[in-house]
């Protein structure tokens, strides 16, 4: 079992950045691979970006160059910087935790079996 908890969202300009953060709980939080999602209003959750156990990562297209994910296992936390942010970021971001020493970054909701309870992120002109 691993619980997720999201911070760090909030109200930021066009250009602008914020800072997510998700804390897990778990012994096992390394051997997870960890994903940021996203869902507007309307929309389905879409992938972000993701890290695995041995911090290979992925983006979708439209982040890339923008958002950088980490990971800090000391601290049993994974990070989604954003920057130059954009009004059609506006969404509900979701933090998530699958395969277990899996290389394979997964980018369906499907591939992953914990999650957070979402922050909002706003991003206004």
């Known amino acids: 079992q691993l619980q997720l908890v999201e911070s760090g969202g909030g109200r930021a300009q066009a250009g602008g950045s914020l800072r997510l953060s998700c804390a897990a709980s778990?012994?096992?939080?390394?051997?997870?691979?960890m994903g940021w999602f996203r869902q507007a209003p309307g929309r389905e959750r879409e992938f972000v970006a993701g890290?695995?156990?041995?911090?290979?990562?992925k983006y979708t297209d439209n982040v890339k160059g923008r958002f950088t994910i980490s990971r800090d296992n000391a601290k049993n936390t994974v990070y989604l910087q954003m920057n130059s942010l954009k009004p059609e970021d506006t969404a509900v971001y979701y933090c998530?935790?699958?395969?277990?020493?899996?290389?394979?970054?997964?980018?369906?909701?499907?591939?992953?079996?914990?999650w957070g309870q979402g922050t909002q992120v706003t991003v206004s002109s």
């Open positions: 778990g012994r096992t939080f390394s051997s997870w691979t």
């Open positions: 998530a935790a699958g395969g277990s020493f899996r290389q394979r970054v997964g980018d369906a909701p499907r591939d992953y079996d914990y």
């Open positions: 890290i695995s156990w041995t911090t290979g990562n």
